[in-house]
């Protein structure tokens, strides 16, 4: 396998159930898409050492060029506050991997990428290749193309690492694509087989990006956008819920919008794209 991407959802079983979120799957299709074979291992949180070393061995080959890590819900629950780190298991099984074929680089997006560059822990990555701190769709084929001999690299920054740890390499820190080509209006996502998709399991779905808001609070990425901008056609969000449905027959879904509601145009598309469908949804979103 090209590409071995891992992920997790929240990880508190007591105040919720766990479910797949979506920046991990959206890269996998763009990876695939660009031609680089991959696959998604998921639920991180509630596997094993030993689960999670089977899982990745099963992938993993000596042509494998990334290991990708979506880092915004992989922190370790054990640990103090003042000292974040990535959960033990999860860099046990790094650092093995990581010796057993020194050619894969690991490389970490998602909001929890100082998890990484925080160097205060005791615990820490061996070899750390790279962040990501914004959307990856690009940026990370672009990584691929340059490991595979194939493009350039794209634009890169050393990453500020917390002092105080025992890193001996550099980490990069990559600021953007070498161009950019990833749409969300003309985004065509879908989930495969590959994904392990349970039946009737409710699905994240990505409708926009961005906020229209721009609270001093938040450092979420694009804030202050237009109200019509970065929206998705709605046919192509008709054609992934039919997919899900004929597959699996999903009809749950969390929607991923920053703020749903945020124009009565939105509104309108959502109520005329799900009221064709021949079958009916179940939804959730932030309003």
Request: proline share 6%; hydrophobic share 35%; net charge negative.
């Amino acid at each position: 396998m090209d590409v071995i991407l891992l992920n997790s959802g929240p990880q508190d079983l007591g105040k919720i159930s766990p479910y797949r979120t979506l920046g991990a799957y959206k890269i996998a299709h763009y990876t695939r898409s660009a031609g680089y074979s991959t696959q998604v291992i998921d639920h991180l949180m509630f596997l094993s050492e030993d689960q999670l070393r089977a899982c990745l061995l099963k992938f993993v080959t000596n042509e494998t060029l990334v290991i990708g890590v979506s880092t915004t819900f992989m922190r370790d629950p054990s640990r103090p506050f003042d000292q974040p780190s990535l959960p033990a298991h999860v860099i046990t099984v790094l650092n093995e991997i990581t010796d057993q074929f020194p050619n894969i680089k690991l490389v970490f997006g998602g909001y929890g990428t100082f998890l990484v560059t925080n160097t205060r822990s005791t615990d820490f990555i061996k070899n750390p290749y790279a962040v990501i701190q914004e959307y990856g769709e690009d940026t990370f084929v672009d990584i691929l193309n340059h490991l595979s001999g194939t493009g350039d690299e794209p634009p890169w920054v050393i990453a500020k690492v917390t002092p105080g740890g025992p890193y001996k390499k550099m980490i990069k820190q990559y600021t953007g694509p070498v161009a950019v080509r990833f749409n969300i209006e003309t985004d065509a996502f879908q989930f495969t087989a590959q994904d392990a998709v349970m039946p009737n399991e409710t699905l994240p779905i990505e409708i926009s990006r961005g906020c229209i808001f721009k609270c001093k609070f938040c450092n979420h990425l694009l804030l202050g956008r237009g109200k019509l901008d970065y929206l998705r056609d709605f046919e192509l969000v008709r054609n992934e819920l039919v997919n899900n449905y004929e597959r699996w027959g999903t009809t749950n879904y969390y929607v991923i919008c920053d703020t749903f509601n945020d124009t009565e145009y939105k509104m309108k598309e959502w109520h005329r794209m799900v009221t064709s469908l021949p079958f009916k949804i179940n939804w959730t979103s932030y309003l």
